[in-house]
């Protein structure tokens, strides 16, 4: 079976959403193949089943509310640092239809970009962390909860369109967080 692009694009953007939600790209997967929206390989197959698709909303509703929570934050984003890559790499394997050598590499490939945009993620929360001494991190994890779910909306539908929005939004994202810094106040000058 030949890998297309619609099948590159779903697999990027559920590899990038990986890295801001570990269960959501998950739930996505198991509904659309509890919906027969997309045909998983065998090795997948469990997870368009009832009980896999309850206990994935179950870890949303979860992740969801533990996400707002400043106590619980920290020790769910260490958690996540070690699933995004497995995520990643799994939901990207799992929507390759060729299953084989090739699938095994952009597995890697996407448990890698995981793996980047949850430190990207991580770097932006502590640079929102510094300069607002944490008063913003609620709110962005609702705007990352909003732009993770409507990018999901999005993502069986027009793949091509939502993998283009989701790299724009970890581009500039990455601008942001990653832009020098002025330095102020005089230079230093040479010591003769």
């Known amino acids: 079976m030949r890998v297309g692009m619609h099948d590159f694009a779903l697999a990027y953007a559920l590899s990038t959403l990986s890295g801001l939600r570990v269960s959501y790209p ?19 197959a469990w997870l368009g089943s ?24 920290t020790p ?3 958690v996540h640092k070690f699933l995004s890559p ?9 929507v390759d239809p060729s299953q084989g050598f090739t699938g095994f590499a952009l597995a890697l490939l996407g448990g890698g970009n995981a793996f980047a945009v949850h430190r990207l993620r991580s770097t932006a929360r502590a640079t929102g962390s510094a300069f607002f001494l944490g008063a913003v991190n609620p709110f962005a994890s609702v705007l990352e ?9 999005t993502a069986f539908s027009s793949t091509r369109t939502t993998a283009w929005i989701v790299f724009g939004v970890t581009a500039g994202c990455w601008l942001l967080t990653y832009r020098p ?11 003769a």
Request: aromatic share 6%.
């Open 50 to 73: 009832d009980t896999a698709l309850t206990i994935v909303v179950i870890a949303c509703v979860v992740e969801l509310i533990a996400l707002k929570l400043s106590w619980f934050e």
């Open 26 to 44: 998950v739930a996505a997967l198991s509904l659309a193949s509890h919906e027969h929206l997309l045909r998983l390989p065998q090795s997948f």
């Open 76 to 78: 769910i984003h260490y």
């Open 86 to 94: 497995v995520v990643g790499g799994a939901a990207v394997f799992a």
């Open 181 to 191: 810094v002025p330095r102020r106040g005089r230079r230093r000058r040479a010591r």
């Open 145 to 153: 909860d909003a732009l993770v779910l409507c990018a999901l909306a």
